[in-house]
């Protein structure tokens, strides 16, 4: 198991790693914890997160975590903020900014926004938090570095300005124009290189160090104190989010996704496979299923479809299949409905179960043959493998290319309704599903094995 911090201007992946050894990723956005848990963590530590223009953490995705045994820390900015809200149901907040959004004594977010620099360059700062401003100065006023006057209004000016202006450069400039003189301005200046407080670093030290203790304990997982519930909005959520995945390297040089496409294109031996890690899945994560959500829409589509894969397409024929298996049409609906329910566990596992796939495909016979498949197709394509455009690519409309590959190549009929057939083969769209069939056509056409 690992630990994950989601960091960026308050602390380097250096100084982290100073204090532990940790999974570091970028500020979290919405969706990118529930994406940490395909990292299989004992510990999340959330620092910093983004605030405008991109969404926040939702709530619900810590809730999810914790419920799964995982211990989620906050502190510093996103973290505190997030720790303060969260904490009755169990997140562990740490350091004064945690303490202070607890008591009531910090309200507004934007006491630890910043603005900063690009990923490439470490995320580097580009203003001062209110948070660590308000530090400095008390500290300045008790060091005499600053009259206390001065120094209340310096603050009261930082509060009035956007986060984004308020750097030091700029309070001192105002600082001279309520009457500090020159002189007294370099000499402050010059203290600030010395004795400016970071109060958010030091927050997300002490939360490092918190993570570091329960990293090093070997005592139960986090014991969540709640019943997560599992609503048709987390599904919808959680299947935008599967769009984009922590990398996973399982798969030895060849991207698991282009492995499981190959398999994709054996609806069949998806679904066998599907059944065997689902099985390796929950054996081996401890995981348990969700508590069921009715979906009538879903459940009658899957009888629909099973009703024609067996050849039991009117009620002559489906009573006497029942009868031969000692069932009845009630108990037929409850075990199709279970299988609805088990998929939306498996989409909602993202990149976890992805990975148990593979491993169940290299414990057979067919992780090879599917490997080779996928390295084909990619050095075929002489541009690195990137992604065909789509049907008009070849000249074929969507039908033509629909009733290839399924009436000609698994000879069977195209299926009513397609979106439904993604859905049990793991794909989130007809655009991902059709690009999909173009690469299999060209690698068909051009000699490849079908």
Request: net charge negative; proline share 4%; charged share 25%.
């Amino acid at each position: 198991m690992s630990t994950v911090v989601f960091i960026g201007p308050t602390i380097s992946k250096t100084e982290v790693r100073a204090v532990i050894g940790a999974t570091c990723l970028p500020p979290a956005a919405q969706g990118d914890v529930y994406r940490a848990m395909d990292l299989n963590p004992k510990c999340i530590g959330i620092i910093d997160g983004y605030f405008d223009g991109v969404a926040s953490i939702w709530h619900k995705e810590i809730l999810w975590a914790m419920s799964q045994g995982v211990h989620v820390f906050g502190a510093s900015s996103m973290g505190a903020l997030r720790a303060a809200e969260l904490a009755d149901f169990g997140m562990q907040g740490v350091g004064e900014i945690f303490q202070d959004y607890q008591s009531g004594k910090l309200e507004d977010d934007d006491e630890v926004a910043v603005t900063h620099g690009p990923p490439e360059l470490g995320y580097p700062a580009l203003s001062e938090p209110m948070v660590s401003i308000r530090a400095t100065l008390n500290y300045a006023a008790a060091e005499k570095a600053l009259p206390k006057s001065v120094a209340a209004e310096i603050g009261a000016f930082a509060k009035s300005r956007d986060y984004g202006d308020r750097t030091w450069r700029t309070l001192i400039a105002y600082a001279q124009t309520i009457g500090l003189k020159p002189s007294q301005a370099g000499k402050f200046e010059h203290w600030l290189k010395e004795n400016s407080i970071d109060q958010k670093k030091l927050d997300a030290v002490s939360m490092l160090e918190a993570m570091q203790a329960t990293d090093e304990d070997d005592g139960p997982a986090h014991d969540a104190s709640f019943e997560f519930e599992w609503t048709n909005l987390w599904n919808r959520a959680t299947s935008k989010w599967r769009e984009k995945s922590v990398k996973d390297d399982s798969s030895d040089g060849i991207d698991a996704d282009a492995v499981l496409n190959e398999l994709r294109l054996k609806p069949d031996e998806f679904h066998r496979v599907r059944e065997a890690a689902m099985l390796r899945f929950l054996a081996t994560t401890g995981v348990t299923l969700p508590p069921q959500q009715v979906d009538h829409s879903a459940i009658a589509e899957k009888i629909n479809n099973f009703r024609k894969q067996h050849g039991l397409l009117n009620r002559k024929t489906l009573d006497q299949w029942l009868a031969q298996n000692d069932l009845s049409a009630e108990a037929l609906e409850e075990m199709l409905g279970e299988e609805v329910h088990k998929q939306n566990a498996i989409d909602t596992a993202s990149a976890a179960f992805r990975r148990e796939m593979i491993k169940t495909l290299k414990l057979g016979d067919k992780y090879h043959t599917l490997a080779e498949r996928a390295r084909s197709k990619l050095a075929k394509r002489g541009d690195g493998g990137s992604v065909v455009s789509g049907p008009q690519e070849i000249g074929l409309p969507n039908v033509a290319l629909l009733d290839w590959h399924f009436c000609q190549i698994l000879k069977q009929e195209i299926p009513e309704n397609i979106d439904n057939h993604l859905h049990e083969i793991g794909l989130l769209n007809r655009e991902a599903f059709y690009r999909l069939l173009v690469q299999e056509y060209l690698h068909v056409h051009n000699g490849g094995q079908k």
